[in-house]
Protein backbone atom coordinates (compact mmCIF):
# COMPACT_ATOMS: atom_id res chain seq x y z
CA UNK A 1 0.00 0.00 0.00
CA UNK A 2 1.20 3.45 -1.18
CA UNK A 3 1.04 5.60 2.21
CA UNK A 4 3.29 8.35 0.99
CA UNK A 5 2.82 11.51 -1.08
CA UNK A 6 5.43 12.53 -4.04
CA UNK A 7 5.13 15.86 -6.13
CA UNK A 8 7.66 16.92 -8.65
CA UNK A 9 7.47 20.16 -9.90
CA UNK A 10 9.45 22.23 -13.02
CA UNK A 11 10.14 25.56 -12.02
CA UNK A 12 12.56 27.56 -14.40
CA UNK A 13 14.69 29.12 -12.14
CA UNK A 14 17.77 28.75 -10.56
CA UNK A 15 18.03 26.64 -7.85
CA UNK A 16 19.16 28.41 -5.36
CA UNK A 17 16.18 31.09 -6.22
CA UNK A 18 14.35 27.80 -4.86
CA UNK A 19 16.48 27.36 -1.98
CA UNK A 20 15.46 30.51 -0.62
CA UNK A 21 11.62 30.38 -1.48
CA UNK A 22 11.26 27.14 0.53
CA UNK A 23 13.63 27.42 3.44
CA UNK A 24 13.56 31.28 4.27
CA UNK A 25 10.76 31.65 6.65
CA UNK A 26 9.11 34.32 4.97
CA UNK A 27 9.30 33.34 1.93
CA UNK A 28 7.86 30.00 2.65
CA UNK A 29 5.25 31.76 4.86
CA UNK A 30 3.83 33.61 2.03
CA UNK A 31 3.10 30.87 -0.30
CA UNK A 32 2.55 28.13 2.51
CA UNK A 33 0.03 30.95 3.91
CA UNK A 34 1.32 30.55 7.45
CA UNK A 35 3.21 33.28 9.67
CA UNK A 36 6.51 32.01 11.46
CA UNK A 37 7.84 33.22 13.91
CA UNK A 38 11.29 33.06 13.09
CA UNK A 39 14.11 31.16 11.04
CA UNK A 40 13.86 27.69 10.31
CA UNK A 41 16.76 25.56 12.71
CA UNK A 42 17.99 22.54 12.25
CA UNK A 43 16.54 20.34 15.08
CA UNK A 44 14.16 23.20 16.89
CA UNK A 45 10.49 23.65 16.37
CA UNK A 46 9.36 25.99 13.96
CA UNK A 47 6.49 27.56 15.30
CA UNK A 48 3.97 30.16 13.45
CA UNK A 49 0.21 31.22 13.15
CA UNK A 50 -1.98 30.72 9.46
CA UNK A 51 -3.07 32.76 7.27
CA UNK A 52 -5.01 30.90 5.36
CA UNK A 53 -8.18 32.71 5.08
CA UNK A 54 -10.72 31.37 7.48
CA UNK A 55 -8.05 29.36 9.80
CA UNK A 56 -5.82 32.57 11.17
CA UNK A 57 -6.45 31.30 14.64
CA UNK A 58 -4.54 27.83 13.71
CA UNK A 59 -1.24 27.42 14.68
CA UNK A 60 1.46 25.90 12.93
CA UNK A 61 4.24 23.90 14.20
CA UNK A 62 7.04 21.50 12.90
CA UNK A 63 10.19 20.29 13.89
CA UNK A 64 12.48 20.91 10.88
CA UNK A 65 14.68 18.05 10.73
CA UNK A 66 17.43 18.71 7.85
CA UNK A 67 19.04 21.72 5.76
CA UNK A 68 21.13 20.62 3.61
CA UNK A 69 21.93 23.89 1.18
CA UNK A 70 19.97 23.88 -1.87
CA UNK A 71 19.48 19.49 -1.79
CA UNK A 72 17.01 18.98 0.77
CA UNK A 73 15.17 20.72 3.40
CA UNK A 74 12.69 18.19 5.78
CA UNK A 75 10.30 18.90 8.86
CA UNK A 76 8.02 16.36 10.66
CA UNK A 77 4.93 17.56 11.12
CA UNK A 78 3.53 16.87 14.52
CA UNK A 79 -0.27 15.93 14.53
CA UNK A 80 -1.89 17.02 18.01
CA UNK A 81 -4.93 16.00 19.17
CA UNK A 82 -6.63 19.28 18.56
CA UNK A 83 -5.73 22.75 17.14
CA UNK A 84 -5.95 24.47 20.92
CA UNK A 85 -2.48 26.47 21.58
CA UNK A 86 -2.60 24.64 25.37
CA UNK A 87 -2.52 20.84 23.09
CA UNK A 88 -0.06 22.25 21.20
CA UNK A 89 1.81 22.97 24.26
CA UNK A 90 1.60 20.14 26.74
CA UNK A 91 3.07 17.78 23.60
CA UNK A 92 6.63 17.34 23.35
CA UNK A 93 6.92 17.90 19.35
CA UNK A 94 9.48 15.44 19.04
CA UNK A 95 7.00 12.46 20.79
CA UNK A 96 3.94 13.20 18.98
CA UNK A 97 2.89 10.80 16.40
CA UNK A 98 3.75 13.03 12.81
CA UNK A 99 4.73 12.50 9.16
CA UNK A 100 7.58 13.55 7.73
CA UNK A 101 7.34 16.65 4.57
CA UNK A 102 10.73 15.88 2.38
CA UNK A 103 11.82 18.91 -0.12
CA UNK A 104 14.28 17.57 -2.71
CA UNK A 105 15.69 19.85 -4.92
CA UNK A 106 17.81 19.08 -8.09
CA UNK A 107 19.47 20.56 -10.81
CA UNK A 108 17.99 20.44 -14.60
CA UNK A 109 19.07 21.55 -17.49
CA UNK A 110 16.02 24.28 -17.54
CA UNK A 111 16.35 25.09 -13.75
CA UNK A 112 15.34 23.11 -10.70
CA UNK A 113 13.35 20.17 -10.18
CA UNK A 114 11.47 20.37 -6.97
CA UNK A 115 9.85 17.02 -5.27
CA UNK A 116 8.45 16.94 -2.42
CA UNK A 117 7.11 13.92 -0.28
CA UNK A 118 5.23 13.65 2.61
CA UNK A 119 5.55 10.17 4.29
CA UNK A 120 4.90 7.99 8.07
CA UNK A 121 0.55 8.37 7.73
CA UNK A 122 0.49 4.76 9.61
CA UNK A 123 1.93 6.78 12.42
CA UNK A 124 -0.82 8.73 13.16
CA UNK A 125 -3.65 7.48 15.94
CA UNK A 126 -6.91 8.07 15.96
CA UNK A 127 -8.72 11.62 17.11
CA UNK A 128 -6.59 14.09 15.47
CA UNK A 129 -8.16 16.98 13.88
CA UNK A 130 -5.16 18.40 12.35
CA UNK A 131 -6.41 16.24 9.73
CA UNK A 132 -9.70 17.52 9.75
CA UNK A 133 -8.51 21.06 9.27
CA UNK A 134 -6.42 20.27 6.01
CA UNK A 135 -9.48 18.34 4.69
CA UNK A 136 -11.23 21.36 5.66
CA UNK A 137 -9.06 23.21 3.44
CA UNK A 138 -9.87 21.27 0.58
CA UNK A 139 -13.13 22.57 1.27
CA UNK A 140 -11.69 26.48 0.87
CA UNK A 141 -10.53 25.53 -2.20
CA UNK A 142 -13.14 24.35 -3.54
CA UNK A 143 -15.08 26.91 -2.29
CA UNK A 144 -13.01 29.79 -4.19
CA UNK A 145 -13.32 27.71 -7.27
CA UNK A 146 -16.90 27.95 -7.10
CA UNK A 147 -16.75 31.76 -6.60
CA UNK A 148 -14.44 31.68 -9.40
CA UNK A 149 -16.69 29.77 -11.94
CA UNK A 150 -19.42 32.07 -10.24
CA UNK A 151 -17.48 35.51 -11.39
CA UNK A 152 -17.27 33.93 -14.61
CA UNK A 153 -20.63 33.16 -15.18
CA UNK A 154 -21.80 36.56 -14.13
CA UNK A 155 -19.37 38.52 -16.25
CA UNK B 1 -23.91 22.35 6.47
CA UNK B 2 -20.04 23.24 6.48
CA UNK B 3 -19.83 22.16 10.33
CA UNK B 4 -21.59 19.16 9.10
CA UNK B 5 -19.44 18.13 6.75
CA UNK B 6 -16.32 18.74 8.92
CA UNK B 7 -17.74 16.40 11.59
CA UNK B 8 -18.30 13.60 9.00
CA UNK B 9 -15.09 14.11 7.37
CA UNK B 10 -13.21 14.67 11.03
CA UNK B 11 -14.85 11.26 11.85
CA UNK B 12 -13.66 9.42 8.37
CA UNK B 13 -9.96 10.70 9.49
CA UNK B 14 -9.99 8.73 12.54
CA UNK B 15 -10.87 6.07 10.91
CA UNK B 16 -7.61 5.74 8.62
CA UNK B 17 -5.14 5.71 11.20
CA UNK B 18 -5.27 1.77 12.26
CA UNK B 19 -5.61 1.20 8.44
CA UNK B 20 -2.71 2.00 7.71
CA UNK B 21 -1.04 0.68 11.00
CA UNK B 22 -2.40 -2.86 10.02
CA UNK B 23 -1.35 -2.42 6.71
CA UNK B 24 2.19 -1.94 7.17
CA UNK B 25 2.91 -5.51 7.43
CA UNK B 26 4.53 -7.50 4.50
CA UNK B 27 2.49 -10.98 5.55
CA UNK B 28 -0.95 -8.81 6.18
CA UNK B 29 -0.51 -6.91 2.68
CA UNK B 30 0.18 -10.34 0.88
CA UNK B 31 -2.94 -11.76 2.85
CA UNK B 32 -4.67 -8.94 1.43
CA UNK B 33 -3.05 -9.23 -1.64
CA UNK B 34 -4.23 -13.13 -1.71
CA UNK B 35 -8.07 -12.10 -0.30
CA UNK B 36 -8.22 -8.68 -2.84
CA UNK B 37 -9.10 -11.25 -5.69
CA UNK B 38 -12.88 -11.55 -4.26
CA UNK B 39 -12.81 -15.23 -3.44
CA UNK B 40 -12.93 -15.76 0.33
CA UNK B 41 -10.70 -18.30 2.01
CA UNK B 42 -9.95 -20.31 4.67
CA UNK B 43 -6.88 -20.19 6.89
CA UNK B 44 -5.71 -23.21 5.47
CA UNK B 45 -5.53 -21.60 1.92
CA UNK B 46 -4.00 -18.59 2.68
CA UNK B 47 -1.72 -20.72 5.14
CA UNK B 48 -0.67 -22.78 1.80
CA UNK B 49 2.74 -21.48 0.68
CA UNK B 50 3.80 -19.05 3.39
CA UNK B 51 6.58 -20.28 6.10
CA UNK B 52 4.31 -19.21 8.46
CA UNK B 53 2.03 -21.38 11.06
CA UNK B 54 -2.02 -21.19 10.93
CA UNK B 55 -1.49 -19.48 14.28
CA UNK B 56 0.27 -16.78 12.87
CA UNK B 57 -1.44 -16.43 9.60
CA UNK B 58 -5.11 -16.13 12.34
CA UNK B 59 -3.10 -13.27 14.10
CA UNK B 60 -2.75 -11.50 11.27
CA UNK B 61 -6.26 -12.18 9.89
CA UNK B 62 -7.66 -10.67 13.11
CA UNK B 63 -5.75 -7.66 12.94
CA UNK B 64 -7.13 -7.00 9.03
CA UNK B 65 -10.54 -8.16 10.71
CA UNK B 66 -10.28 -5.45 13.66
CA UNK B 67 -9.87 -2.44 11.15
CA UNK B 68 -12.61 -3.90 8.64
CA UNK B 69 -10.41 -4.82 5.80
CA UNK B 70 -11.27 -8.52 6.19
CA UNK B 71 -14.81 -10.32 7.28
CA UNK B 72 -15.23 -13.89 8.47
CA UNK B 73 -17.96 -15.86 7.49
CA UNK B 74 -18.83 -19.48 8.43
CA UNK B 75 -19.34 -21.56 6.08
CA UNK B 76 -19.87 -25.09 8.50
CA UNK B 77 -16.99 -25.98 10.47
CA UNK B 78 -14.78 -23.70 8.71
CA UNK B 79 -14.46 -19.68 8.66
CA UNK B 80 -13.72 -18.09 5.86
CA UNK B 81 -12.23 -14.61 4.95
CA UNK B 82 -13.16 -12.09 2.79
CA UNK B 83 -12.09 -8.58 1.38
CA UNK B 84 -14.06 -5.97 2.04
CA UNK B 85 -12.62 -2.79 -0.01
CA UNK B 86 -14.17 0.03 1.75
CA UNK B 87 -11.87 0.89 4.61
CA UNK B 88 -8.77 0.81 1.74
CA UNK B 89 -10.92 3.32 -0.73
CA UNK B 90 -11.66 5.33 2.71
CA UNK B 91 -7.82 5.87 3.08
CA UNK B 92 -6.64 6.47 -0.72
CA UNK B 93 -9.59 9.38 -0.49
CA UNK B 94 -7.82 10.33 2.49
CA UNK B 95 -3.95 10.50 0.99
CA UNK B 96 -5.83 12.06 -2.26
CA UNK B 97 -6.91 15.02 -0.45
CA UNK B 98 -3.63 15.39 1.45
CA UNK B 99 -2.15 14.94 -2.14
CA UNK B 100 -4.76 17.85 -3.18
CA UNK B 101 -3.06 20.06 -0.83
CA UNK B 102 0.08 19.57 -1.69
CA UNK B 103 -1.36 20.55 -5.01
CA UNK B 104 -2.52 23.50 -4.31
CA UNK B 105 0.16 24.72 -2.28
CA UNK B 106 3.25 23.71 -4.85
CA UNK B 107 0.92 26.04 -7.30
CA UNK B 108 1.38 28.34 -4.80
CA UNK B 109 4.79 28.63 -4.45
CA UNK B 110 5.26 28.68 -8.78
CA UNK B 111 3.06 31.64 -8.85
CA UNK B 112 5.39 33.20 -5.20
CA UNK B 113 8.67 32.76 -7.42
CA UNK B 114 6.97 33.26 -10.67
CA UNK B 115 6.15 36.49 -9.53
CA UNK B 116 9.16 37.21 -8.23
CA UNK B 117 10.59 36.14 -11.58
CA UNK B 118 8.33 39.48 -13.04
CA UNK B 119 9.01 41.70 -10.38
CA UNK B 120 12.99 41.33 -10.88
CA UNK B 121 12.63 42.09 -14.08
CA UNK B 122 10.10 44.97 -13.84
CA UNK B 123 13.12 46.68 -11.09
CA UNK B 124 15.46 45.97 -14.18
CA UNK B 125 13.89 47.72 -16.51
CA UNK B 126 13.49 50.54 -14.71
CA UNK B 127 17.17 50.72 -14.69
CA UNK B 128 17.11 50.65 -18.46
CA UNK B 129 17.99 54.54 -19.81
CA UNK B 130 14.74 54.62 -21.39
CA UNK B 131 12.24 53.30 -19.05
CA UNK B 132 13.77 55.78 -16.34
CA UNK B 133 12.85 59.10 -19.07
CA UNK B 134 9.27 57.30 -19.23
CA UNK B 135 9.33 57.39 -15.28
CA UNK B 136 10.52 60.48 -14.50
CA UNK B 137 7.42 61.49 -17.05
CA UNK B 138 5.10 59.64 -15.00
CA UNK B 139 6.59 61.58 -11.64
CA UNK B 140 6.37 65.03 -13.53
CA UNK B 141 2.90 64.84 -14.79
CA UNK B 142 2.05 63.42 -10.78
CA UNK B 143 4.14 65.93 -9.60
CA UNK B 144 1.90 68.86 -11.55
CA UNK B 145 -1.25 67.52 -10.50
CA UNK B 146 -0.29 67.91 -7.34
CA UNK B 147 0.48 71.66 -7.74
Known amino acids: ?155 | MLQKQRNSLAARGRAHAPVFAALGDATRLSLVVKLSGGQPSSISQLTQGSKLTRQAITKHLRVLERVGIVHSVHAGRESLFEFDPAPIEQMREYLDFVSEQWDQALARLKAFIEDWVFMSSQTHWLHTPSLRLERGGVNDFVSSVSR
Do not use: C
Not at chain 1, 113 to 136: H, K
Open chain 1, 1 to 155: MNDRIEKRIELKVPISRVWRAVTDYREFGEWFRVKLDGPFVPGQVSRGQMTYPGYEHVRWEAVVKKMEPERLFSFTWPHPKSLDKADYAKGDQATLPSTLVEFRLEKTASGTLLVLTESGFENIPGDFRLEAFRRNEGGWAEQMKNIERYVAKAA
